[in-house]
């Protein structure tokens, strides 16, 4: 999709729809109000018919309105003006854009963008249309045999700016939208392959792929190689699996040379079965996702090179399946970690600490500046926090702020939960440093838990993203997230020098 800022009036544009919102009851938005001026009462003439009472979700299509230049008039009920919220405006824009698709316009020119959103700019309105934009018209269809073909018409989205002096920041704003739209879009598709597809060396080649097309460095360490570093965590996950598995690195040197880079960790299960501690059948084809979090370090490693960021950054991705099988790690087994840490497995299916742990320790030899790692890790944080927000943990706090900021920035929003010493007990082992699993309660703390005695050394935070990196359901799907947040937090960095980010 291309996207264009402009500022004017709308009876001096000649687009094929002009979008324009409608509050409640019958409020015309001020470039309603323009539309129905020049057209003589057109608009306000069928509003009082009743068919249109603007409130969320409402939308009415209108063709041929006299003195205006454009093709049609798409009014988007927006609710009480007073109200008018992220939320509102994120809606108002997804329902214009599922409107638009399914008519023959191949260009709209957006007047959502001039609405009033209550502490938000207008390079925030930009950057929020174009990523809710793409989000709306993405389809996952590669793997029908008979693709939907039905007509995507729409080629061009003009967004509507108030002042000339908005076009600038509006421009910055179409590019940053754009970059984070295509890193959400790459982890939707690796997401929403199956896992017959998107195996571990899948994953490497696609790490390879963005490698080539944008100057990274990339390294793919092999079985033999996380061998001989000793990583005896990962390798076990590894062993119940068919598919070699791959621990891949992207190095981006955006930043000044010897500056300590960001690290990004992310969870790469292919599939995951939970090996011998099998999973239930039911809706076991979800955990075709529990590669997200690596999905999401590689949308946002190319975001960040697509927008040039002055930034080091280095993408980890331990990539492995957990399945069933006779040289599957067994409840009990005591594996070392590369850290010399050793752990009891009592499930086999908390395979995602182990996988990170390794990770973690790897990450080590970078000097990192801050390390985050991404994992759809625990069950337990889908019951705590629901679709909406990813649980955060971290052994600092300046760190946690900064994530918190960038995620109610993009409103991909993650919400903290504590790492407290008590809770670390729980992982306690009659045999081994610690077991792999702490019982029932706080089950996503106790996995952070695990995590944290391999974050030791550098400023570290975890997002579990297991009930915000896809739908299930009906509108079963990758969602993307949180690649908005990430690259906010990057844009961040690479803006303040890793001075705290605003909220
Ligand atoms: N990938 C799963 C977590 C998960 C489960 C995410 C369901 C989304 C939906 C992870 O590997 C896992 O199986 N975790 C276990 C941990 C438990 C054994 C301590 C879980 O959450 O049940
Ligand atoms: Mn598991
Ligand atoms: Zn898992």
Same mark, same amino acid.
């Given at each position: 999709?291309?996207?264009?800022?402009?500022?004017?009036?709308?009876?001096?544009?000649?687009?094929?729809?002009?979008?324009?919102?409608?509050?409640?009851?019958? @409020?015309?938005?001020?470039? $309603?109000?323009?539309?129905?001026?020049?057209?003589?009462?057109?608009?306000?003439?069928?509003?009082?018919?009743?068919?249109?009472e603007?409130?969320p979700?409402?939308?009415?299509?209108?063709?041929?309105?006299?003195?205006?230049?454009?093709?049609?008039?798409?009014? =988007?009920?927006?609710?009480?003006?007073?109200?008018?919220?992220? #939320?509102?405006?994120?809606?108002?824009?997804?329902?214009?854009?599922s409107?638009?698709?399914?008519?023959?316009?191949?260009?709209?020119?957006?007047?959502?963008?001039?609405?009033?959103?209550?502490?938000?700019?207008?390079?925030?309105?930009?950057?929020?249309?174009?990523?809710?934009?793409?989000?709306?018209?993405?389809?996952?269809?590669?793997?029908k045999?008979?693709?939907?073909?039905?007509?995507?018409?729409?080629?061009?989205?003009?967004?509507?700016?108030?002042?000339?002096?908005?076009?600038?920041?509006?421009?910055?704003?179409?590019?940053?939208?754009?970059?984070? $739209?295509?890193?959400?879009?790459?982890?939707r598709?690796?997401? #929403?392959?199956?896992?017959?597809?998107?195996?571990?060396?899948?994953?490497?080649?696609?790490?390879?792929?963005?490698?080539?097309?944008?100057?990274?460095?990339?390294?793919?360490?092999?079985?033999?190689?996380?061998?001989?570093?000793?990583? /005896?965590?990962?390798?076990?996950?590894?062993?119940?699996?068919?598919?070699p598995p791959?621990?891949?690195?992207?190095?981006?040197? /955006?930043?000044?040379?010897?500056?300590?880079?960001?690290?990004?960790?992310?969870?790469?299960?292919?599939?995951?079965?939970?090996?011998?501690?099998?999973?239930?059948?039911?809706?076991?084809?979800?955990? @075709?996702?529990?590669?997200c979090?690596?999905?999401?370090?590689?949308?946002?490693?190319?975001?960040?090179?697509?927008?040039?960021?002055?930034?080091?950054?280095?993408?980890?991705?331990?990539?492995?399946? #957990?399945?069933?099988?006779?040289?599957?790690?067994?409840?009990?087994?005591?594996?070392?970690?590369?850290?010399?840490?050793?752990?009891?497995?009592?499930?086999?299916?908390?395979?995602?600490?182990?996988?990170?742990?390794?990770a973690?320790?790897?990450?080590?030899?970078?000097?990192?500046?801050?390390?985050?790692?991404?994992?759809?890790?625990?069950?337990?944080?889908?019951?705590?926090?629901?679709?909406? $927000?990813?649980?955060?943990?971290?052994?600092?706090?300046?760190? %946690?702020?900064?994530?918190?900021?960038?995620?109610?920035?993009?409103?991909?929003?993650?919400?903290?939960?504590?790492?407290?010493?008590?809770?670390q007990?729980?992982?306690?082992?009659?045999?081994?440093?610690? %077991?792999? =699993?702490?019982?029932?309660?706080?089950?996503?703390?106790?996995?952070?838990?695990?995590?944290?005695?391999?974050?030791?050394?550098f400023?570290?935070?975890?997002?579990?993203?297991?009930?915000?990196?896809?739908?299930?359901?009906?509108?079963?799907?990758?969602?993307?997230?949180?690649?908005?947040?990430?690259?906010?937090?990057?844009?961040?960095?690479?803006?303040?020098?890793?001075?705290? %980010? %605003?909220?």
């Amino acid at each position: 999709m291309e996207f264009i800022v402009k500022s004017g009036t709308p009876e001096k544009q000649r687009s094929s729809c002009i979008v324009a919102g409608v509050f409640e009851s019958r @409020k015309l938005s001020t470039v $309603a109000h323009q539309i129905d001026a020049v057209s003589g009462g057109a608009i306000s003439s069928i509003l009082r018919r009743g068919d249109l009472e603007g409130k969320p979700g409402q939308s009415l299509l209108l063709h041929n309105i006299p003195n205006l230049p454009s093709e049609r008039v798409l009014l =988007i009920g927006c609710g009480k003006e007073k109200e008018f919220n992220e #939320n509102h405006y994120r809606d108002a824009t997804a329902k214009a854009v599922s409107i638009l698709k399914d008519t023959g316009a191949t260009e709209a020119t957006s007047y959502l963008t001039e609405l009033d959103v209550k502490g938000r700019d207008i390079s925030w309105k930009v950057r929020q249309a174009v990523e809710v934009t793409e989000a709306a018209l993405y389809r996952f269809d590669q793997l029908k045999s008979k693709p939907d073909n039905s007509r995507r018409a729409l080629r061009r989205v003009v967004l509507a700016v108030p002042k000339r002096s908005d076009l600038g920041p509006g421009e910055r704003a179409i590019h940053e939208g754009q970059a984070i $739209a295509d890193g959400m879009k790459l982890a939707r598709d690796l997401g #929403n392959l199956p896992g017959n597809l998107c195996t571990p060396a899948y994953l490497a080649d696609q790490a390879t792929e963005i490698g080539k097309q944008y100057g990274l460095k990339i390294t793919v360490l092999e079985k033999d190689d996380m061998q001989k570093l000793g990583m /005896g965590a990962l390798l076990s996950v590894a062993r119940g699996s068919r598919q070699p598995p791959k621990l891949i690195v992207l190095e981006y040197d /955006g930043g000044k040379e010897g500056e300590p880079p960001v690290a990004l960790v992310g969870k790469g299960l292919t599939f995951d079965a939970g090996g011998i501690s099998i999973k239930p059948a039911a809706n076991m084809d979800e955990m @075709k996702y529990d590669m997200c979090g690596g999905a999401s370090v590689l949308g946002a490693v190319k975001a960040a090179a697509e927008l040039k960021l002055p930034l080091n950054i280095v993408g980890i991705i331990p990539s492995s399946e #957990n399945l069933p099988d006779g040289d599957a790690n067994k409840p009990g087994d005591i594996v070392t970690s590369m850290s010399g840490q050793t752990v009891e497995v009592l499930n086999t299916d908390a395979e995602g600490r182990l996988i990170l742990s390794d990770a973690l320790t790897y990450a080590e030899r970078y000097k990192p500046a801050v390390v985050i790692d991404i994992a759809t890790l625990t069950g337990a944080c889908v019951i705590a926090l629901g679709a909406h $927000a990813s649980g955060l943990l971290a052994n600092n706090d300046q760190l %946690a702020r900064e994530i918190l900021g960038a995620g109610k920035y993009t409103h991909d929003r993650a919400w903290q939960l504590p790492l407290w010493d008590e809770y670390q007990k729980q992982l306690d082992s009659n045999f081994a440093d610690m %077991a792999n =699993i702490g019982g029932r309660e706080a089950g996503t703390i106790t996995g952070a838990c695990f995590l944290a005695r391999y974050a030791k050394n550098f400023k570290w935070a975890h997002l579990d993203i297991a009930g915000t990196a896809w739908k299930t359901g009906k509108e079963k799907g990758a969602t993307g997230r949180p690649v908005p947040l990430l690259v906010q937090f990057l844009i961040n960095r690479a803006r303040h020098d890793g001075a705290e %980010a %605003a909220a």
